[in-house]
C-alpha cells in the first residue's frame, strides 16, 4: 500500500500563520488564486514566512501570465514571478531564501485557493529534476511534468484539489511549479511551491482493479453521459482517466463522465483506466460505443443566462464590468450589454469598459447572450454601479507645457491620503500615476502594488535609444489590426501598449483587455 500524504510540522505552522493573517484582507485586487495547501511561495509571503516579498504580500493570487507552458508562457528566470510581476521577487533563488514545506514520496494533495473561480482548461504540475542546482534562477530544463488534470471549462471551483504523486528519485529541497490554463482566457496562474522531500514513500506496485459495467445514461446530438462501476485498489482510486477513440479526453474522481463538443450522428468508442496513489493505472475497460443523435433541424435552444455580472472597479467617468461566460448548444454568443434598460454594446467577450459616464451618478446594467441562431438567454443579474464623485480642487497654476502623454509630477506620496486615476506622486526619487481610486490605510508597501500605482518616466521627451532613429508616430488602434508585444497605440486620447503579439478580431473592447493591453 502507498502511503498518505505527508504534511509536517512545517506546514502545519504555515496554516495557523495563513489563518492569522488574512491575507484577503488587505489591498485591493482583481486576483484570482494560489497553491495554498502546501503553501505556495506567494502564499507563505503572504503570511509572514517568507521575509522580503515586497508587494506581494497584498496580492499572492495575481500571478497571472500568458498561457501555453512549456512551449510559451514566462521566461526562463521569471517562472516564479509569471515573468517578472511584483518586481521578480519571487525570481530569487537560492537554497536557503524560501520557507519549505515538509513532504515526503509518494501523493500529495494539492489544494488551490480560488477568489475569481475562472472557467478552467487544465492544471498541469512540474517538479525539480534530481541534480538540479537550487542556487541558480529557475527555468524549464530544471523541470518535468509529474501530473495533469484535464477539466471540460466549467469553474475551477468544482475541481479545487488534486493528487499528485511525489516521485521516489526526489530528496531534500526541491520546487513544484504548479500551472492553472484559463478556458476563456489567452492567460494562466503560475505558483512555485517550495518544498523538502524527506524519508520515503512505502512503495506500491499494484494497480487498481479494471473498470466495468460502462454504461450510458443520456446521449444528444453534441454530448454523451456515462457510468461505470468503481475499482478497488489496497491504497484507494485517486482518478479515472477516460478516452476517446484512443485519446485522453478527461479525468473524473468519480465513477461517472460527461463528454460535450461531440458531433451530431457518430459513432465514439470510450474506455476507461483507473489509476491510484501511487500511479499504477488498471488495464483499460471494455470498449463503450455510442452514437450520438441526429443534429436537430431547427436550433431552439436558449443560451445561459451570463452569471456574477459584477464589477471590477469604477472611475468618475467609467465603470469596468466582468460576468461568468454563457453556455450554448450550437457553440460561442454574442454578449448584448445594457445600461439603464438601453442596449449600448455587443461582444464576444466576459468583460467591457463603459467610459464617458458621469461622475457620482448611479447606473443599472444587466447583460443577455445570444447564439448564432438568434435565441436570447434569461438576463444576467442586474447591477447597480455608482461612479466616483468628481473631486473639487482649488484652481492650480497652469503648468509649463508638457508632452501630452508625459505625467506631471503632483506632491510627494501620502500613504494616508486620498487619490484618483491618474494622479501621479513622487517617492524615493521616482513617479508613480494612480491606477485605481483609493484612500490609503497607512501601509509604506501601498505605493508598489501593482494593482493601485504604476511607476512612469520622469523625462518630458520621448525615450530614443543611442544610435537609432526616434520611433515612428504612434497610431490609433485599430480594432482589427495585429500588433507585436510592445506596440503603442492612442485610443481616446490616451495611450496603451500591447502585453503580448495578437490580432485584434473586430471587438472594440479589446483594447481594454489587461491580458492585451496596459495604459501607459
Request: with cysteine; glycine share 8%; aromatic share 8%.
Amino acid at each position: 500500500m502507498s502511503r498518505a500524504t505527508r504534511l509536517g510540522t512545517g506546514v502545519a505552522a504555515s496554516a495557523v500563520a495563513l489563518v492569522g493573517t488574512g491575507i484577503l484582507t488587505s489591498a485591493p485586487a482583481s486576483a484570482h488564486g494560489y497553491v495554498d495547501g502546501p503553501m505556495s511561495r506567494s502564499a507563505a509571503c503572504a503570511a509572514g514566512l517568507n521575509t522580503n516579498c515586497g508587494s506581494i504580500v497584498y496580492e499572492p493570487q495575481s500571478l497571472e501570465a500568458p498561457k501555453g507552458f512549456p512551449e510559451t508562457g514566462p521566461a526562463d528566470g521569471q517562472i516564479a514571478s509569471a515573468g517578472g510581476l511584483f518586481g521578480g521577487v519571487l525570481d530569487e533563488q537560492s537554497e536557503g531564501r524560501w520557507f519549505k514545506n515538509e513532504v515526503a514520496t509518494g501523493p500529495l494533495l494539492m489544494s488551490w485557493k480560488y477568489t475569481a473561480p475562472h472557467s478552467t482548461a487544465k492544471w498541469h504540475y512540474y517538479m525539480t529534476k534530481p541534480g538540479w542546482d537550487p542556487n541558480d534562477p529557475l527555468d524549464r530544463n530544471d523541470l518535468e511534468l509529474i501530473s495533469e488534470f484535464q477539466h471540460d471549462g466549467s469553474k475551477a471551483n468544482s475541481n479545487p484539489d488534486h493528487t499528485l504523486t511525489i516521485p521516489g528519485n526526489r530528496s531534500g529541497y526541491h520546487v513544484i511549479l504548479a500551472v492553472w490554463d484559463i478556458a476563456d482566457t489567452v492567460n494562466a496562474f503560475y505558483n512555485v511551491i517550495d518544498v523538502d522531500v524527506v524519508g520515503e514513500g512505502i512503495s506500491d506496485t499494484t494497480p487498481p482493479t479494471n473498470t466495468v459495467n460502462l454504461q450510458t445514461t443520456s446521449v444528444s446530438a453534441t454530448s454523451v453521459n456515462f457510468t461505470w462501476t468503481g475499482s478497488t485498489d489496497d491504497s484507494g482510486v485517486v482518478r479515472y482517466d477516460v478516452y476517446r477513440d484512443g485519446r485522453l479526453v478527461g479525468s473524473s474522481s468519480i465513477a461517472e463522465f460527461s463528454n460535450t463538443g461531440l458531433s451530431p450522428s457518430m459513432d465514439y468508442q470510450f474506455t476507461v483506466v483507473a489509476v491510484d496513489a501511487s500511479g499504477n493505472r488498471s488495464i483499460p475497460s471494455d470498449v463503450l460505443t455510442v452514437t450520438t443523435d441526429v443534429a436537430s433541424e431547427v436550433d431552439d435552444q436558449a443560451p445561459i443566462a451570463p452569471g456574477y455580472l459584477h464589477s471590477m472597479g469604477e472611475t468618475t467617468q467609467s465603470v469596468s464590468l466582468m460576468w461568468n461566460a454563457s453556455d450554448d448548444n450550437s457553440g460561442d454568443v454574442m454578449y448584448q450589454v445594457f445600461r439603464d434598460g438601453v442596449q449600448f454594446a455587443n461582444t464576444e467577450m466576459t468583460m467591457l469598459m463603459d467610459t464617458n459616464r458621469e461622475p457620482g451618478t448611479t447606473y443599472q446594467y444587466l447583460v443577455v447572450a445570444v447564439d448564432e441562431t438568434g435565441n436570447r438567454s434569461a438576463a444576467s443579474n442586474q447591477l447597480a454601479v455608482t461612479t466616483d464623485a468628481a473631486e473639487t480642487t482649488e484652481t492650480a497654476p497652469e503648468p509649463e507645457p508638457a508632452l501630452e502623454s508625459q505625467p506631471v509630477e503632483s506632491g510627494t506620496w501620502d500613504r494616508f491620503a486620498s487619490y484618483t486615476v491618474g494622479d501621479t506622486v513622487t517617492h524615493a526619487d521616482s513617479i508613480y500615476e494612480a491606477v485605481q481610486s483609493h484612500t490609503g490605510n497607512g501601509d509604506p508597501n501601498w505605493i508598489y502594488a501593482p494593482s493601485l500605482w504604476v511607476a512612469v518616466t520622469k523625462d518630458s521627451t520621448p525615450h530614443v535609444d543611442q544610435g537609432s532613429a526616434p520611433k515612428d508616430e504612434i497610431q490609433s488602434w485599430n480594432a482589427t489590426g495585429t500588433h507585436a508585444a510592445g506596440d503603442r497605440v492612442s485610443n481616446s486620447g490616451l495611450i496603451y501598449e500591447a502585453v503580448q503579439s495578437h490580432t485584434g478580431n473586430g471587438d472594440p473592447n479589446w483594447i481594454y483587455a489587461p491580458s492585451l493591453w496596459k495604459l501607459i
